[in-house]
């Protein structure tokens, strides 16, 4: 291991230029052991959570798809072998990320691109699937990440994201809070000797809408829920989506 990450993640959450910039260090230095993390944090469950995600998306004969803040890969390897005649390309902005998902790369029709989740390097309608475990929360701005997964995806292209759940009521939200930055941050402290790596999660969430509202922010932004699905007594959740008509400021298309 070597010097201890620097960063305090409250201090880091509350415009997006820092929320960016906290990510990227925050995730370079969380890569190398991400995959493990992941599994203890979640108590092993997250892999199910995932197969939910790609299950819930429609049949389709090979559709594009794209992966956003894909991490180490997990969902865009389920996707390449959802839809064997599809393409996936899985995106991220932190190269120790991509790296690894490269080196897992055993599918012919997925690939990896750098991007942040604000400015999707891609054109406008070019995928019918979108998809994102742990992903919109950690955008620097809620609304432009949205914005751009409307540009990037056909109408009525499919999408569906999982991610924590904020509740709606204080108490909960408290009780979540503490929860989440003691054991995400004790992970944080056996694996990078300090909560700060992983505690972030509870910041992350202090900063993000609650459940009411994001479902209201997403109507708003062109979306349709079409379904949802709670795991783990609420702390998780799915959200299957489509998009609704052409997206706003849209030419051509
Ligand atoms: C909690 S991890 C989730 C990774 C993967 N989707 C999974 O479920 O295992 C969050 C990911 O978001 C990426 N990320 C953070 N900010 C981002 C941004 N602005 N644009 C794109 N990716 C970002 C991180 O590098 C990291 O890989």
């Not at 751009?148 to 499919?158: D, H, L």
């Not at 209201?216 to 989506?241: C, K, M, Y």
Request: net charge positive.
């Amino acid at each position: 291991m070597g010097e201890r990450f620097p960063l305090k993640a409250r201090d880091h959450v509350g415009t997006p230029a820092l929320k960016r910039r906290f990510n990227e260090a925050h995730f370079e230095e969380a890569a190398p052991r991400y995959d493990f993390a992941v599994k203890a944090m979640s108590l092993c469950r997250d892999a199910s959570w995932k197969r939910a995600l790609v299950a819930a998306l429609p049949d389709l004969p090979a559709p594009a798809c794209l992966d956003l803040a894909c991490g180490t890969g997990d969902v865009a390897f389920l996707l390449g072998a959802r839809y064997p005649r599809g393409t996936v390309v899985g995106v991220d902005l932190v190269t120790g990320m991509l790296r690894l998902a490269e080196g897992r790369n055993r599918y012919p029709n997925v690939r990896f691109e750098a991007g942040d989740l604000c400015a999707l390097p891609f054109p406008d309608a070019s995928a019918d699937v979108v998809t994102g475990s742990y992903a919109l929360r950690n955008a620097p701005d809620l609304r432009t990440a949205l914005a751009e997964v409307r540009r990037v995806m056909k109408a009525g292209g499919a999408a569906a994201f999982l991610d924590f759940s904020r509740p709606e009521h204080p108490l909960l939200q408290r009780v979540q809070y503490i929860l989440l930055r003691g054991w995400c941050g004790l992970w944080g402290t056996i694996l990078h000797g300090t909560p700060e790596v992983h505690g972030y999660v509870a910041e992350s969430l202090n900063g993000f809408p609650d459940r009411r509202r994001f479902a209201d922010i997403l109507r708003q932004e062109g979306f349709s829920i079409v379904a949802s699905r709670r795991f783990f007594l609420g702390i998780t959740e799915l959200l299957v989506l489509r998009g609704r008509g052409t997206p706003p400021n849209r030419e051509g298309v």
